[in-house]
Each structure stands twice: as structure tokens, then as C-alpha cells.
């Protein structure tokens, strides 16, 4: 799930927190890999939906508070 993008003013940065629903360490090491291999395809498409002149670089970072959440409910 994505939590959260935060872009910079000039549209070059941006950063893009997501959020897995296993607790295990594994599981988000596997799904950070497969969003480094993707980046390329995804940024291609941003950039012809978008239809912006340059498509941000950006990062992925792991938020583990939609986790955190959910087993405090339980």
C-alpha cells in the first residue's frame, strides 16, 4: 500500500513511503526488490499519464505504521 509522496517544488525528487501487510522482514525486503525493478516501468508510465515534462527521480522507503496499526487493533 502506498502511504505517502512527498515531491519536491521542481517535480526532479520525490519519495514515496509504502507499507506491507506482513509483519515479517522478509516479506518488505521482497516488495522493496520488486519496487527497485519496476522503477523504470513506473516512471514511464507516470510520465506519459502524467504528461509532465520530466518524470521525479524518486526513492521507496518502507512505513511501518499502517503494521503498527493493524496489530494494535487485533
Same mark, same amino acid.
Given at each position: 500500500t502506498? $502511504? #505517502?509522496?512527498?515531491?519536491?517544488?521542481?517535480? @526532479?525528487?520525490?519519495? +514515496? %513511503?509504502?507499507?506491507?501487510?506482513?509483519?515479517?522482514?522478509?516479506?518488505?525486503?521482497?516488495?522493496?526488490?520488486?519496487?527497485?525493478?519496476? $522503477? #523504470?516501468?513506473?516512471?514511464r508510465?507516470l510520465? @506519459?499519464?502524467?504528461? +509532465? %515534462?520530466?518524470?521525479?527521480?524518486?526513492q521507496?522507503?518502507?512505513h511501518?505504521?499502517?503494521?503498527?496499526?493493524?496489530?494494535?487493533?487485533?
Amino acid at each position: 500500500t502506498i $502511504t #505517502g509522496v512527498e515531491v519536491t517544488g521542481d517535480l @526532479q525528487h520525490a519519495t +514515496i %513511503y509504502y507499507s506491507t501487510l506482513s509483519n515479517l522482514a522478509s516479506d518488505a525486503e521482497k516488495t522493496q526488490i520488486g519496487l527497485d525493478k519496476a $522503477t #523504470g516501468l513506473i516512471r514511464r508510465e507516470l510520465g @506519459q499519464r502524467l504528461r +509532465i %515534462y520530466v518524470t521525479p527521480e524518486w526513492q521507496q522507503l518502507h512505513h511501518p505504521d499502517l503494521q503498527f496499526l493493524l496489530q494494535n487493533l487485533k
